[in-house]
């Protein structure tokens, strides 16, 4: 086990980094942050050229993979984080500085047991793109396929497991602390992260992941998953089809192909939604640099590391908050989060009402152009503390690409209205799921296994049946050391957490310039 020690080196050396490349300087100069904090920030910077420029990419690449994680979130986010922090974050996405081709070659032979010029008969030395987990190189294999080469960094798993737990430790001592930051339940939020990545460095995972999407899209037109080449992938290679594409994220290409823009960013969202609320697997990492269009027209999708599954009861709680949101219901919406238990069951559920009508009144009807993101963050935050909210680790993961999915939107179509676009399909999945028909089927086929059931739930129904509850079982939390006032007072331990979270909360400090 780490010694916390190694932890507090670790975290003092990421806000060192961070405070180099400027990027703690919004936080510095905010009037909002306490005295001791920016006396800590400013000490952090001691001694260091900080540029005049903040450098976010060089600062995220310099932390780490989980890091650049991060930065490749707030790349789609120019709204938040502002044009030029957003356009420095992009060259996370796939512009990383890529390994020597002989690394590469020994990496594909170390994975698929065969020598290269048995698998390719044919390989690009130079990388397509290089990403933070992998990266990818273009390839005809002895059958004459063209295809695209994914190979995951060597030592990338060590390098994650190690960062992911001083995360952890980092998030044990500020959850000790209680109060506001105990109801954020930073711990499980990095147990959750942990699961996640865990998926993304198994390329066996995402081969499977990428043929259940294809399955599951084919009821969506013009939107494109690259089939598998099952004999050439295993845990630390990937390979699929080769589809010629233009990045979502370079409009002017798009432009010069006549692709219609709009239609891209509508068909965007619809699949989205389609995915989350229809079949429940969704995409969850789909920003522009994992984004295509064809010349054609079509929508196409790579990197399936990051996969997202809702059951179908969230679902039907997802989609009727959204459409409530959409037709003004906040009644529904304030009684479904009572039901799934999101908001303690003390509180009013009227009161809880108008305090949603607050926040999605004045968005109703107006472009993303149109819409205060920061003011709207902050009226959700603050109606999660009025309301004692905890946070749900289970629901960030799709929080997050939604907040992914409408930057990319948003990109391509500065005008679009997210809540005409996404009313029909909401709309259609409630009357199917959720009408007299639909109601009637399920509790025919409820009914039936139950009582094929019947014997074995006499003999275990507290095994079966367990109390009901809206969110899952929480994810089991290893035992983790806290600091105490023994390593040097409260004012050690106070600086520590600040310097944490202004190493761990570097999305803020975008926001601030």
Not at 20 to 33: K, Q, S, V, Y
Not at 210 to 222: C, D, H, I, K
């Given at each position: 086990m780490t010694r916390p020690s190694t932890h507090v080196w670790r975290l003092l050396k990421w806000g060192r980094t961070l405070a180099?490349?400027?990027?703690?300087?919004?936080?510095?100069?905010?009037?909002?942050?306490p005295p001791r904090v920016r006396r800590l920030l400013r000490l952090a910077r001691f001694g260091a050229i900080v540029p005049k420029r903040p450098r976010y990419a060089e600062a995220f690449r310099a932390i780490g993979p989980a890091a650049?994680?991060?930065?490749q979130t707030l790349a789609t986010r120019a709204d938040i984080v502002g044009e030029e922090a957003a356009q420095d974050l992009l060259q996370l996405q796939d512009r990383l500085p890529p390994l020597s081709f002989d690394v590469i070659c020994a990496a594909i032979e170390r994975g698929l047991g065969k020598p290269i010029n048995e698998l390719y008969a044919s390989i690009e030395q130079d990388p397509v793109g290089a990403a933070s987990i992998a990266q990818v190189h273009r390839a005809v294999t002895t059958d004459g396929a063209t295809?695209?080469?994914?190979?995951?960094?060597?030592?990338?798993?060590?390098?994650f497991a190690r960062d992911i737990e001083t995360y952890d430790w980092a998030a044990a001592q500020l959850e000790a602390m209680g109060g506001e930051l105990s109801r954020l339940r930073p711990r499980l939020t990095i147990a959750t992260f942990r699961q996640w990545t865990l998926r993304e460095l198994d390329l066996r995972r995402e081969a499977a992941s990428?043929?259940?999407?294809?399955?599951?899209?084919?009821?969506?037109?013009?939107f494109r998953i690259p089939a598998i080449d099952w004999q050439r992938t295993s845990r630390s290679i990937l390979t699929l089809e080769w589809i010629d594409g233009i990045k979502l994220s370079d409009t002017a290409a798009l432009d010069a192909a006549g692709l219609d823009r709009p239609d891209l960013a509508r068909r965007l969202v619809r699949a989205f939604l389609r995915q989350a609320i229809a079949d429940g697997f969704f995409h969850a990492d789909m920003h522009q640099g994992n984004l295509m269009a064809t010349t054609a027209g079509e929508l196409v999708a790579i990197d399936f590391g990051i996969m997202g599954r809702i059951d179908k009861r969230a679902r039907q709680w997802l989609a009727e908050i959204l459409y409530g949101l959409i037709t003004g219901n906040y009644r529904r919406v304030a009684e479904i989060h009572f039901e799934a238990q999101y908001v303690p069951a003390h509180h009013n559920v009227?009161?809880?009402?108008?305090?949603?009508?607050?926040?999605?009144?004045?968005?109703?009807?107006l472009s993303v152009k149109d819409m205060s993101i920061g003011n709207m963050l902050d009226s959700l935050f603050a109606i999660t503390r009025d309301f004692d909210m905890v946070t749900q680790p289970h629901l960030l993961l799709l929080q997050k690409t939604m907040?992914?999915?409408e930057g990319v939107a948003t990109q391509l179509d500065p005008d679009i209205n997210m809540w005409e676009i996404s009313e029909p399909l909401v709309r259609g999945w409630i009357r199917d799921e959720l009408g007299p028909e639909a109601k009637l089927a399920d509790r025919l086929v409820e009914d039936v296994k139950t009582l094929a059931r019947l014997p074995e739930l006499v003999r275990r129904i507290e095994a079966r049946f367990p109390a009901a509850g809206g969110a899952p079982p929480t994810l089991p939390l290893s035992e983790i050391a806290v600091v105490t006032d023994s390593l040097g007072g409260g004012w050690w331990r106070y600086a520590l957490t600040a310097l944490l979270a202004g190493a761990a909360g570097a999305a803020a400090v975008l926001a601030l310039h």
């Open positions: 180099r490349h400027g990027a703690l300087r919004g936080l510095e100069r905010d009037p909002n942050t650049i994680k991060l930065g295809v695209a080469v994914k190979v995951l960094r060597p030592g990338i798993p060590e390098i990428a043929s259940e999407l294809a399955e599951g899209m084919t009821a969506e037109p013009g009227a009161d809880f009402a108008t305090a949603l009508r607050s926040v999605g009144e004045p968005m109703r009807g907040v992914m999915v």
